[in-house]
């Protein structure tokens, strides 16, 4: 099956600083990728997804690139802010089986 | 809409019990699963279901069992429930067809002592 890796496993930024999160996926007919915030006590999120016949998708201050040939994607949060501190999950999946990374909390320091 | 909807949000058993957690969506997805979270390593997917009659197996199915009866119901049971099975757990669905944005539930946590 899918095997997904999620670096680093925390991460602390200034507030007005960029956060990266990077993610590597070994199945190669995976084909959608997204990237999920998780605030404490509540479910996961959708903040951004890419499909595997796209290089880069952006949103607002939120942005996600796919590497197809090197099998990795990120997440790049630009401007951060205070609410933007939560755990941040990517995933990989070819259709039916979803698979997770193990996530990275991020916090924003005022 | 509620979307997904988890009950129980929190559960104590002892080892051996039987529960059933229940999961509702009401936005008429075909596609429904059961995730369990552990610190450390993320969601691993336990069951998924395509529409109602169909269930599958994901990465850790053991020790849990699914069915799917109706389009908006997806419930999991633990039939003899172990510690290694403390954790929390979430109900996600989605439409089928080209994969999409999987819908998550608040989440049940669970422990067995």
């Known amino acids: 099956g899918e095997n997904v890796e999620q670096h680093p496993s925390t991460l602390s930024v200034q507030e007005g600083d960029s956060a990266v999160i990077k993610c590597t996926y070994s199945d190669s007919a995976s084909n959608y990728f997204p990237w999920y915030k998780q605030e404490l006590g509540k479910g996961p999120q959708l903040i951004i997804d890419i499909r595997s016949n796209v290089g880069e998708k952006k949103d607002q201050r939120i942005a996600v690139t796919l590497n197809k040939t090197a099998k990795h994607f990120s997440l790049h949060i630009t401007e951060t802010q205070p609410e933007d501190s939560a755990v941040y999950f990517c995933a990989a999946t070819t259709g039916n089986q979803f698979y997770f990374g193990t996530g990275t909390s991020l916090t924003v320091i005022p | 809409n509620a979307g997904v909807t988890q009950t129980p949000k929190f559960q104590v058993l002892k080892t051996g019990q039987s529960m059933t957690l229940q999961c509702a969506q009401d936005m008429n997805h075909e596609y429904m699963s059961w995730y369990r979270q552990d610190p450390g390593m993320g969601l691993r997917l336990i069951h998924y279901?395509?529409?109602?009659?169909?269930?599958d197996q994901g990465e850790v199915p053991n020790g849990y069992n699914v069915s799917r009866s109706t389009t908006e119901d997806f419930p999991l049971r633990l039939l003899l429930a172990a510690p290694s099975q403390t954790s929390v757990y979430f109900c996600?669905?989605?439409?089928?067809?080209?994969?999409?944005?999987?819908?998550f539930g608040e989440g049940s946590r669970l422990t067995v002592l």
């Open positions: 996600a669905s989605r439409r089928t067809g080209n994969t999409g944005e999987l819908f």
């Open positions: 279901s395509v529409g109602a009659g169909i269930t």
